[in-house]
């Protein structure tokens, strides 16, 4: 069974840091681009960042610098490393794999002091 679950969304007073996990089972983790979302209540769905099969990655405009995607196939999980989060940060925060077309269930992740 493909499956895709996240955890680590908590809630944390801007400035501070939270790292985002998602383990993959079903299929060969190691083949496919991974992607992390976002979205917030009345939002379209957004990217904030990919990683190839490479381990090269991208990132929303917004969150370059503060964010950071990396990937362990051995442990066939993606993490989302985010600092210096922000109140705009605030959102369920989803892992996909685009190919595959699949996504996970989200962890929310709120940012307030």
């Known amino acids: 069974q493909v499956q895709l679950v996240e955890s680590g969304g908590d809630l944390v007073q801007p400035g501070g840091s939270l790292r985002l996990s998602c383990v993959a089972s079903?299929?060969?983790?190691?083949?496919?681009?991974m992607s992390w979302y976002r979205q917030t209540p009345g939002k379209e769905r957004e990217m904030v960042a990919h990683?190839?099969?490479?381990?090269?990655?991208n990132y929303a405009e917004s969150v370059k610098g503060r964010f950071t995607i990396s990937r362990d196939n051995a442990k066939e999980t993606v993490y989302l490393q985010m600092n210096n989060l922000e109140s705009e940060d605030t959102a369920v925060y989803y892992c996909h794999v685009p190919t595959l077309k699949i996504w996970g269930q989200g962890t929310q992740v709120t940012v307030s002091s």
């Open positions: 079903g299929f060969i983790f190691k083949s496919y681009r």
């Open positions: 990683i190839l099969t490479t381990g090269s990655a």
